[in-house]
């Protein structure tokens, strides 16, 4: 079984910055990706960013410019760095571990944006 676990959220205000981390532990594959979610209440899931094991990332449009996601391979963590935040990004965050036909997912961090 895998462990997903976000960490990071917090109150911040508008143009401000936060860097999430995802730590994943347990019966992790060598090789596996990283997607950050967010979702409002009420809302669904909406997709942020993709980190593959090969070093490629991919962004959603409303991210992109501002959110980076990278890989400490010494650790198994994978960040989230937000730049630039905007009250619109007040969501809670979410890490998923994907690796085949495998998922597991944190249980989300909050991140809260004044203006």
């Known amino acids: 079984q895998v462990q997903v676990v976000e960490s990071g959220g917090g109150l911040v205000q508008s143009g401000g910055s936060l860097k999430l981390s995802c730590e994943v532990s347990?019966?992790?594959?060598?090789?596996?990706?990283i997607g950050w979610y967010r979702q409002a209440p009420g809302k669904e899931r909406e997709y942020l960013a993709r980190?593959?094991?090969?070093?490629?990332?991919q962004y959603e449009d409303a991210v992109k410019g501002r959110f980076t996601i990278f890989r400490v391979t010494t650790k198994n963590v994978v960040y989230l760095q937000m730049n630039n935040l905007k009250p619109e990004d007040t969501d809670v965050y979410y890490c998923r571990y994907i690796s085949g036909p495998g998922e597991s997912w944190g249980r989300g961090t909050q991140v809260t944006v004044t203006s």
């Open positions: 347990g019966r992790t594959l060598s090789a596996y990706d």
């Open positions: 980190l593959w094991d090969n070093g490629l990332t």
